[in-house]
T-cell receptor
Framework: QKEVEQNSGPLSVPEGAIASLNCTYSDRGSQSFFWYRQYSGKSPELIMFIYSNGDKEDGRFTAQLNKASQYVSLLIRDSQPSDSATYLCAAQDSSASKIIFGSGTRLSIRP | GAVVSQHPSWVICKSGTSVKIECRSLDFQATTMFWYRQFPKQSLMLMAT?????????EQGVEKDKFLINHASLTLSTLTVTSAHPEDSSFYIC????????????FGQGTRLTVV
């Protein structure tokens, strides 16, 4: 069973600080990884995707991938209350046309 | 990003009736579409994967005769919940992907189904 593991949280971070979200995956053949944000009652929206080892930055968001450790992370700099949501980590299944989602981490940014 | 439109956004139906949910990709060819179900405060649960023109692949534990999926074109997939019961009440979300471009999956807005 291929899995993506995330700490369910909630993770509480003060406004303006860096929020760090982590994820591990079991499918060593996965090549593509995604971070989605989901507000309560809404469907997920893509924040970032990453294919290569290392860091990928987009505005306040930085995704980090370490394929050797099968580890993906998302850093949110200068956290805002609007960043409070559930963050879903996902990995492309290497043998099937589907994306495997983690259970999500609830992030709460406190003013 | 690409747009995936899901309709209706919410529906209330009587127990025993059937409900159809549509998922359309508006500006790309969705060679693969995914249907998820999400109960309150729980994670997305993949129900099935459908490829245009072929039968859907259902995840273990999902009744294919109860959740009928049709992916007749590159821009449209439908999920029909047949003989709905209150326990089928959930948030149903589709997502679509263009396998040829190897892109990420884009999500529809979701459909909140309430069976009374």
């Amino acid at each position: 069973q291929k899995e993506v593991e995330q700490n369910s949280g909630p993770l509480s971070v003060p406004e303006g600080a860096i929020a760090s979200l982590n994820c591990t995956y079991s499918d060593r053949g996965s090549q593509s990884f995604f971070w989605y944000r989901q507000y309560s009652g809404k469907s997920p929206e893509l924040i970032m995707f990453i294919y290569s080892n290392g860091d990928k930055e987009d505005g306040r968001f930085t995704a980090q991938l370490n394929k050797a450790s099968q580890y993906v992370s998302l850093l949110i700099r200068d956290s805002q209350p609007s960043d409070s949501a559930t963050y879903l980590c996902a990995a492309q299944d290497s043998s099937a046309s589907k994306i495997i989602f983690g259970s999500g981490t609830r992030l709460s940014i406190r003013p | 990003g690409a747009v995936v439109s899901q309709h209706p956004s919410w529906v209330i139906c009587k127990s025993g009736t059937s409900v159809k949910i549509e998922c359309r990709s508006l500006d790309f060819q969705a060679t693969t579409m995914f249907w998820y179900r999400q109960f309150p405060k729980q994670s997305l649960m993949l129900m099935a994967t459908s490829n245009e023109g072929s039968k859907a692949t259902y995840e273990q534990g999902v009744e294919k005769d109860k959740f009928l999926i049709n992916h007749a074109s590159l821009t449209l997939s439908t999920l029909t919940v047949t003989s709905a019961h209150p326990e089928d009440s959930s948030f149903y979300i589709c997502s679509a992907r263009d396998e040829g471009l190897d892109t990420e999956a884009f999500f529809g807005q979701g459909t909140r189904l309430t069976v009374v």
